[in-house]
T-cell receptor
Framework: DAGITQSPRHKVTETGTPVTLRCHQT?????MYWYRQDPGHGLRLIHY???????DKGEVSDGYSVSRSKTEDFLLTLESATSSQTSVYFC?????????????FGEGSWLTVV | GQQLNQSPQSMFIQEGEDVSMNCTSS?????WLWYKQDPGEGPVLLIA?????ELTSNGRLTAQFGITRKDSFLNISASIPSDVGIYFC????????????FGKGTHLIIQP
């Protein structure tokens, strides 16, 4: 258990509406990530955070914004959802395992934009 | 950007068979990771490799970090029905901020 909770787990929304996905962690990790997963593309990094109020863009950041006002919460916002943003979204944290650190994933948020 | 080539894309095997899959990269990674994903769930870490040449086992799973740091393989011995799923390799440059680069997955299907 990586101590990651994503909400909502499933959401259907209309094109043009704003959507916010929340990632909550219980272990005080510095690095947090948002990925999306699509058939044929695998997992792709949207945005990441390296501390409170410290965020940066990943590979597929267009149309998304993020915020991290507290260590434990990392929010992903779609300002105006489009059908191309229908996807599964995974939050992840980087955890030190002693011999090295690695990334653990949440259970995912399924978003459908109609 | 960095790309990982994971093969095969899918495997149809019979229960009890051994399985082998691999990933190759055009770039060097400091860490190689293998994940398994079941339908409707997030990727679950199976094995993490931190040193070139490292060979690590986790039950019936064995993975190796290639000497060149550009490749890794995962073997599953004596497959069982619960091994069905999608297996992903991932490379980590170790910078912390960049996250992982993923392969596109190997879909393992076990025929009765």
């Amino acid at each position: 258990d990586a101590g990651i909770t994503q909400s909502p787990r499933h959401k259907v929304t209309e094109t043009g509406t704003p959507v916010t996905l929340r990632c909550h962690q219980t272990e005080n990790h510095r690095y947090m990530y948002w990925y999306r997963q699509d058939p044929g593309h695998g997992l792709r990094l949207i945005h990441y955070s390296y501390g409170v109020k410290d965020t940066d863009k990943g590979e597929v950041s267009d149309g998304y914004s993020v915020s991290r006002s507290k260590t434990e919460d990392f929010l992903l916002t779609l300002e105006s959802a489009t059908s191309s943003q229908t996807s599964v979204y995974f939050c992840a944290i980087r955890r030190d395992r002693g011999s090295g650190n690695t990334i653990y994933f949440g259970e995912g948020s399924w978003l459908t934009v109609v | 950007g960095q790309q990982l080539n994971q093969s095969p894309q899918s495997m149809f095997i019979q229960e009890g068979e051994d399985v082998s899959m691999n990933c190759t990269s055009s770039s060097i990674f400091n860490t190689w990771l293998w994940y398994k994903q079941d339908p409707g769930e997030g990727p679950v870490l199976l094995i993490a490799l931190y040193k070139a040449g490292e060979l690590t086992s986790n039950g019936r799973l064995t993975a190796q970090f290639g000497i060149t740091r550009k490749d890794s393989f995962l073997n599953i011995s004596a497959s069982i029905p619960s091994d069905v799923g999608i297996y992903f390799c991932a490379g980590d440059s170790g910078g912390g901020a960049d996250g992982l680069t993923f392969g596109k997955g190997t879909h393992l299907i076990i025929q009765p």
